[in-house]
Nanobody
Framework: VQLQASGGGLVQAGGSLRLSCVAS????????MGWYRQAPGKQRELVAT???????NYADSVKGRFTISRDNAKNTLYLQMNSLKPEDTAVYYC?????????????WGQGTQVTVSS
C-alpha cells in the first residue's frame, strides 16, 4: 500500500479528529500532498493541500477549522479537524500528486470514514 490513511471515526458536532496518512517515501518525497473527501451522492472535493515547501491551500468550507501539515521525515500527512459539523461527514482520501515531464499523476489512499453526528 502506497498511501495508508487512518484516524477517521464517529464524533459529535463540535468535536475533533486527526487524520494521518503514511506514504511510501518515493511518493511522499518532493510531491504535493492533500486531503479530499467524498460524501454520499456527491463528487469528491478538495479539502486541503500542502506542497513539499509548505505552501497550503484550504477549501473555503474548512478554513479556520482544519489544519493540514506534513512531516517530511516520517513521510506522513496530517489533517487536524476541529469544530466538526455534520456536513463534514464523508470518506476522506489522502492524495499525492506527482509531477511528470508533462502533466501530473495522482496517487490515492483507500479512504477513512468520518461521521459527524448532530
Amino acid at each position: 500500500v502506497q498511501l495508508q490513511a487512518s484516524g477517521g471515526g464517529l464524533v459529535q458536532a463540535g468535536g475533533s479528529l486527526r487524520l494521518s496518512c503514511v506514504a511510501s517515501r518515493s511518493i511522499f518525497s518532493g510531491n504535493a500532498m492533500g486531503w479530499y473527501r467524498q460524501a454520499p451522492g456527491k463528487q469528491r472535493e478538495l479539502v486541503a493541500t500542502i506542497t513539499q515547501g509548505g505552501s497550503i491551500n484550504y477549501a473555503d468550507s474548512v478554513k479556520g477549522r482544519f489544519t493540514i501539515s506534513r512531516d517530511n521525515a516520517k513521510n506522513t500527512l496530517y489533517l487536524q479537524m476541529n469544530s466538526l459539523k455534520p456536513e463534514d461527514t464523508a470518506v476522506y482520501y489522502c492524495n499525492a500528486r506527482a509531477r511528470l515531464t508533462i502533466g501530473s499523476y495522482d496517487y490515492w489512499g483507500q479512504g477513512t470514514q468520518v461521521t459527524v453526528s448532530s
